[in-house]
Structure formats: structure tokens, C-alpha cells
């Protein structure tokens, strides 16, 4: 097993990267946040600051020269927000950044790169066969290319540079510190407001995963040794339908099921209706397991909502 005394974030003041953050300082791993002095900063990541001119190449290895890391998580990402998806901005998101890190790391180079994918990379999928990471890459969205793209040229990339690299593919997190237009803080508003949440027929199979266990996959995925330049999906490989979600909350947080408004809005154009992952070959891997069931995930996000509210 790889010890991991120093880490990089990349995108740490985003979801995933604000609880892996705060994960790392309570196992006293020495962090540090790389930030873009040109782009836009919602809120002040964990760890320590490493600050670019710009997310350039040349921008990145000067302000990392010196430094040396155990590992590296590339979490950023463009288009996650369906209303932020114009081309340009997802190749430069997702394509290019990634490159530009990874050029701008080759004299110091990481113990481990790791990669967050996503489950939009793949094609679609036919229920109730479960996505394999063999599953075909050629995603009918820009969002799900542009990740797709950054996938397969990161990996070549990091090989050429001999970088260690892995991807790991994101299936449907949840949990505190998602955008409030996102299906549970939006059903969850809705709900202690006791307002009509207006949501589509519900009939979409999802694979729902807990914000912790992503954070726990992540550090067992820096800490063992994984095959080299390879993609891994870190889900719950358990499906569930969006209509099951919805009543299951309404149901921990004692609401009337009519708030919920089934049918509502219309499917998305082309709306997936099957995105479950079969996440056997990371477990084999690392020995990460689930520790969260949907219900157990939902229960804990509302505690979490709780404190913050009080």
C-alpha cells in the first residue's frame, strides 16, 4: 500500500473536492488547493494555496516547481451544469486542462495522478445489464465526449510523460455541498418547504452514491496500486429510480407524497433511461467498499443540512 503524506487538489473548491479536502486535513495528509488567478473562485479551498497566473502549462510548472506530491486529484471540470455545456468551454474545461496539469507536472512528478472521470462517458446502456468499464466510450452528449476525450488523451499523455495515472469514473453523487439544483438538495428545499417539486415521470434508473464513499474511493485509489493508465468505476452498482429516491426522502423526512409532481416536466431530449455501473473491478483492486445505502446517504445529507441550518 502507497502512503500518502502529501497531496494536490485540482478543482478543490467544488463538491467532490470540498469533502476530499477536509477528508485529507482530518487524516493529517499536508494539502494543497492549485487555483487560477483568471478564473473565477466561488469559495476558498482546503489545504494550502498554490496560485497560477493562468492554467497554462508553463503558468502551472512554475508555480509548482519545487513542490513534489504523493498524489494528485484532477477534479475539475467543465459542463457539469447541463446550461454550461457550449463546445469550446468543455474542451478547454476537460481537455485542455487536464493536459496543461499534466505537462506542467512532468519535473515533479506525482506518486499518483488520479483522474475523475465520469459515467457520462459511456455509451448507452440496455437494463439491467450493469456499465463495465469495457463498456463503449462513445457518448451521444458533448459533456460526456469532452470527459470521454480528457480521458483517453490524459491517460496517453501521462504514459508518455511516465506519469502513474488512473481514471476514476463517477457514477451519481449526492450529498452535502451539491448544487442546490441538483435532484436531492432541490427535492430536499422542496420537501421542508412543503412546496410542489415539479420532476419528470421518474422512471430513470440511477446509480446513487454517497458523497463519503466517494471520497474513501478516491484515497484507496492513491493508496493501492492500481493498473497502470485504466479506467475504474467507483459506484454503488445497486439501481434505483428517481421516483424511488424522491418518495424514499419524502418518506425519511415524514412529507406528503403529493408535493412530489411526477410527470411534471418532460424527459430530456434523448434522456438516458438505464445508468448503473458495475464496480467489481475497482473493489478487486483497492478492497473499497460501499458503506452507504441510498436511505443511509439520504438520512445523513439531511443531518448534515441540519447543522448547517442551525
Known sequence: MNEVRSALVIGGTG????????????????????????????TTPGGELIECETNSADAIARALDGHRFDAVFHLAAAGVMP????PQTLLAGNVALVSNVLEGMKNAQPGMFIYAGSCAEYSSAIA??????????????????????????????????????????????????????????????????????RLTGGEQIRDFLYIEDVVNALLAAARNPLEPYSA????????????????????????????????????????????????????????????FTLEHGLKRYLQSMDKLSN
Open 15 to 42: 463538491f467532490v473536492g470540498q469533502a476530499l479536502t477536509r477528508r485529507l486535513a482530518e487524516d493529517k495528509v499536508a494539502t494543497h488547493s492549485l487555483m487560477f488567478r483568471d478564473r473565477p473562485r466561488r
Open 83 to 86: 446550461d454550461r455545456r457550449d
Open 128 to 197: 439491467p445489464k450493469r456499465i463495465t468499464e469495457d463498456h463503449p466510450t462513445r457518448p451521444p452528449d458533448l459533456y460526456g465526449a469532452a470527459k470521454a476525450s480528457a480521458t483517453i488523451w490524459a491517460s496517453a499523455l501521462a504514459h508518455a510523460l511516465q506519469i502513474p495515472f488512473a481514471t476514476l469514473r463517477l457514477f451519481h453523487i449526492f450529498g452535502p455541498g451539491e448544487a442546490p439544483s441538483r435532484l436531492i438538495p432541490y427535492l430536499a428545499a422542496c420537501l421542508r418547504n412543503k412546496t410542489v417539486a
Open 232 to 291: 475504474y468505476n467507483v459506484c454503488s452498482a445497486d439501481p434505483v429510480s428517481v421516483r424511488c429516491a424522491a418518495e424514499t426522502l419524502a418518506r425519511i423526512m415524514g412529507a406528503s407524497l403529493e408535493n412530489l409532481n411526477f410527470g411534471a416536466i418532460p424527459y430530456r431530449p434523448n434522456e438516458e433511461m438505464w445508468i448503473v455501473g458495475d464496480n467489481q473491478r475497482f473493489r478487486e483492486a483497492t478492497g473499497w467498499s460501499r458503506t
